[in-house]
């Protein structure tokens, strides 16, 4: 039996032609599709990971900054005596214990036997964790963080590296600030103490002990300028008793709340209580 012959016209051809350019063309759009949902998905995961939060382990605070601290951000905490600025700056450093991390606390006055039996209270067991190779508590002086800055480097350094510390607190920065007289001098070693901080890839918390109310007047404003975030403690007698408020004046690249809360402190360290105060003079 004879096969039927086939008669190619140019209609044929034509026909042929655009559908193989169509399907040419399908498949590079599907390929065009696939590598933009490609580079979507890095650009969420590295927003994520550039904006990865560290959480504080204050209860009702993180809510207030996008969940947390940002990640090797170095923040302050201004607050005067008995505001709880080292049982916030503990309580920071007490979530990344529990949580495996090895944090570094840093003083230029307290002794570390009575640092231990006032963090007790609280039910911080600091010498359990120190055992457990995760704490480490260094007694320091300023003059020594300044020979640090001018030497690139020292103690705190070669233990944050070697231990791979992650959270870091240093307390106070108030006597560290009066070495220098000169307001370019201060801002310089702010800057420069600020730098070695961030090198060292940490998350660090910094108090400095003053009124908060009067901090427009202090000596420290160069140190205030170059830091990620000022976190303000008060400790405002109203009547016959005290009271204490929490404000956040800056967080840079957060969302933060612009409000004035209450906070306590309690038998299992510091807690902000309630909405933010209607009605609050500094």
């Not at 020594?144 to 690139?152: A, H, I, P």
């Not at 600030?177 to 940490?202: N, Y």
């Not at 000596?219 to 300028?225: I, R, V």
């Amino acid at each position: 039996m004879k096969k039927k012959s086939v008669k190619i016209t140019k209609k044929m051809i034509k026909k042929h032609h655009h559908k193989f350019h169509k399907k040419k063309h399908k498949k590079r759009i599907k390929v065009k599709k696939s590598i933009i949902k490609k580079l979507n998905i890095i650009k969420k995961i590295s927003k994520k990971i550039s904006t990865k939060r560290i959480r504080t382990g204050i209860p009702n605070f993180d809510s207030l900054i996008q969940g947390g601290l940002e990640n090797n951000s170095t923040n302050i905490i201004v607050g005067g005596a008995g505001s709880g600025k080292s049982i916030f700056a503990t309580q920071f450093l007490i979530e990344g214990l529990k949580r495996g991390e090895k944090c570094l606390y840093v003083t230029f006055e307290e002794k570390k036997s009575r640092f231990y039996q006032n963090m007790l209270k609280f039910g911080w067991n600091l010498q359990d964790y120190e055992k457990k190779g995760l704490f480490t508590f260094l007694e320091y002086t300023p003059i020594k963080v300044k020979t640090m800055l001018e030497e690139g480097g020292g103690t705190i350094e070669a233990l944050v590296l070697s231990k791979k510390i992650t959270r870091i607190v240093i307390d106070s920065l108030t006597s560290f600030a009066l070495l220098f007289e000169d307001e370019l001098e201060k801002r310089e070693a702010a800057l420069a103490l600020f730098d070695m901080i961030r090198k060292w890839s940490c998350t660090s918390l910094l108090t400095l002990e003053e009124e908060p109310e009067e901090k427009e007047k202090t000596a420290s404003k160069p140190l205030e300028f170059e830091s990620d975030s000022i976190i303000l403690l008060y400790f405002k007698r109203e009547g016959e008793q005290r009271k204490r408020y929490l404000e956040i004046l800056k967080m840079r690249g957060t969302k933060h709340s612009k409000k004035v809360y209450e906070f306590v402190i309690i038998a299992n360290g510091l807690s902000i209580i309630g909405g933010p105060i209607k009605k609050f003079r500094a």
